[in-house]
C-alpha cells in the first residue's frame, strides 16, 4: 500500500510541532503582555485618582456651578479612557458622575477615599479592553509566527529529504537485488543511524552474492560428482551389455563401486537437509561427554590409522550433557574426520573436553597448515571448499560436512567456532550446555 513519502511526513510533523509550540508560546506572550499593561494602566489611573482625591479633600458643593466646575475637572481625567468617574457619598449615594462605559464592555473599577470627615469616595470604572499597543502588538507577533513558520516548514522539508535519502538509497538498492543484481549496494549517509543500516543491508547483499556464487559452485562440483560414477557405471553396464567386458565378479565390483560413489554424494545432501530439521527431530538422553568421544574415536580409530594420523583424547569424569547424542555424535564426527583429513602423516589429533560453569566445550585440535585467512569465515557455509586446500592439494569433499555439524550443534542448544587456527595446526570449539 503507498502512503505519503517520509520526507513529507516528517516535514509535516515538526512543521505541525512547532506551529503548535508558536501558538502556544505566543498565546502566552501575549497574556502577560496584556495583564502587564492592564495593570500598568490601572497603577497609572490610581495614581492620577489619589492626587485627585487629594485636591477634593475640601470639596463642598454649594451650588450647582460648583458641580459643574468639578465636572469638568473630572472629564478632564477621564478624557480618552472610555470610563466613567463618579464622586459617590458615605452612604453610597451618588454625588456626581461623568463619562459614559459604552454596554456589554467588560470594566474594571478603582476606588480611592477622598481624605476628610465627609467619607466620599472616588470610583474610577475603566474599560478592561486593550490599547491600541496591544493590536500592533499582536500583528506584529502574528506576522513574526506566520514567517518563522514559513522558514521552518522550508528548513524541515530540506531536513527531511536529507535525512530520507539513505532510507530511499537502501530502497532502490533492494529493489535492484530482488530483480537479480546482485552487485546493488546502499550508500550511507553522514549520520550513523543511516550508516548501520546501509552497512548491515549491505553486508547482507554480499553474503547474499557469496551465497550465489557458492550456489552456483556446488551445483556445478555437484553435477560432475554426480556425472563422473554415473558416466562410468553407465559404460561399464553398457560394455557388459555389449559383451566388450565379460560380466565376471571384477566387473561387477567396479560397477558396484562407481554406484556407490554415486550414492553417497546423494546421501550427503540428504544428510544436510536432516540436519536442517534436526531441531525437529531431536530426542534428548542424558550422556556423558567421555562416552561421547569415546564413540567418536572409536568410529575413526581405522580411518586415523590408514592416513597415520594419531588420535588422542583428554576427557574429564563428570561432564554431563543432555543433548540427542545421534545429532551430537554426527557433527562430532563431522569435525573429526575434517581434522584427521587435514592433518599430515605422522601428526596428531586431540580430542579434549573443558567443563565450565554452565557449558561443555569440546576441542578438536588438528596438526594442519592452517586455515587461509580468506577461508576462515566461510568455513561453515555450505558447499564451500577453498580453491587451495590447507595443504596445497585440491579441495575434497562436497564442503557440507562442518555446515552440518554446525546445524546439529545448533539444534541441541550448542554451537560451533575456529577457536585458533595457523601453521602449528587449527582447533575447532564446540560449545554444548551442561547439566548437573
Request: charged share 20%; hydrophobic share 45%.
Amino acid at each position: 500500500m503507498s502512503g505519503r513519502p517520509l520526507s513529507v511526513r516528517l516535514a509535516l510533523v515538526l512543521s505541525g510541532v512547532v506551529v503548535a509550540v508558536l501558538l502556544v508560546t505566543g498565546l502566552a506572550v501575549n497574556r502577560v503582555v496584556s495583564r502587564g499593561l492592564e495593570d500598568q494602566l490601572a497603577d497609572m489611573q490610581r495614581d492620577r485618582l489619589s492626587v485627585l482625591a487629594q485636591q477634593f479633600e475640601a470639596l463642598e458643593f454649594q451650588s450647582q456651578r460648583h458641580e459643574m466646575a468639578v465636572a469638568r475637572g473630572l472629564l478632564g481625567v477621564i478624557r480618552g479612557t472610555g470610563g466613567r468617574l463618579s464622586i459617590l457619598e458615605a452612604n453610597g449615594d451618588v454625588l456626581i458622575t461623568v463619562g459614559q462605559v459604552r454596554p456589554g464592555v467588560e470594566t474594571q473599577l478603582i476606588e480611592e477615599a477622598i481624605p476628610g470627615d465627609a467619607g466620599r469616595t472616588l470610583v474610577f470604572e475603566l474599560p478592561a479592553g486593550r490599547p491600541a499597543f496591544l493590536g500592533v502588538f499582536n500583528a506584529t507577533l502574528l506576522i513574526a509566527g506566520v514567517l518563522a513558520v514559513a522558514a521552518l516548514v522550508l528548513a524541515s522539508a530540506l531536513l527531511s529529504e536529507r535525512l530520507t535519502r539513505p532510507l530511499r538509497g537502501v530502497a532502490s538498492a533492494a529493489g535492484r537485488l530482488g530483480s537479480g543484481d546482485l552487485s546493488a549496494r546502499a550508500a550511507a549517509g553522514p549520520d550513523r543511524e543511516s550508516q548501520e543500516l546501509a552497512g548491515a543491508f549491505n553486508a547482507m547483499a554480499g553474503r547474499l552474492e557469496r551465497s550465489e556464487a557458492l550456489r552456483r559452485r556446488a551445483a556445478a562440483d555437484m553435477a560432475h560428482d554426480l556425472a563422473t560414477p554415473a558416466t562410468v557405471l553407465e559404460s561399464q553396464l553398457q560394455a557388459m551389455v555389449d559383451g566388450v567386458v565379460p560380466a565376471d565378479r571384477a566387473e561387477l565390483e567396479r560397477a558396484r563401486a562407481a554406484a556407490g560413489a554415486l550414492s553417497g554424494v546423494i546421501v550427503q545432501l540428504r544428510e544436510l537437509v536432516d540436519a536442517e530439521a534436526a531441531a525437529t527431530q531431536r530426542s534428548a538422553v542424558r550422556l556423558s561427554a567421555e562416552e561421547l568421544i569415546g564413540e567418536a574415536t572409536q568410529a575413526f580409530e581405522p580411518y586415523s590409522r590408514e592416513r597415520d594420523v594419531r588420535l588422542r583424547t583428554d576427557p574429564v569424569p563428570g561432564a554431563m550433557l543432555e543433548v540427542d547424542p545421534t545429532q551430537v555424535g554426527r557433527a562430532l564426527r563431522n569435525v573429526l574426520a575434517n581434522a584427521i583429513q587435514h592433518s599430515p602423516a605422522g601428526g596428531e589429533v586431540v580430542l579434549s573436553v573443558e567443563l565450565l560453569a554452565h557449558e561443555i566445550v569440546l576441542r578438536v585440535v588438528d596438526a594442519g597448515g592452517g586455515i587461509a585467512a580468506a577461508d576462515l569465515p566461510h568455513v561453515f557455509e555450505r558447499f564451500y571448499r577453498a580453491d587451495p586446500s590447507r595443504g596445497g592439494a585440491q579441495p575434497t569433499g562436497s564442503g557440507i560436512g562442518l555446515t552440518i555439524a554446525r546445524e546439529l550443534l545448533a539444534a541441541n542448544g550448542g554451537s560451533i567456532e575456529v577457536e585458533r587456527t595457523g601453521p602449528e595446526g587449527t582447533t575447532f570449539a564446540l560449545r554444548l550446555p551442561s547439566v548437573a
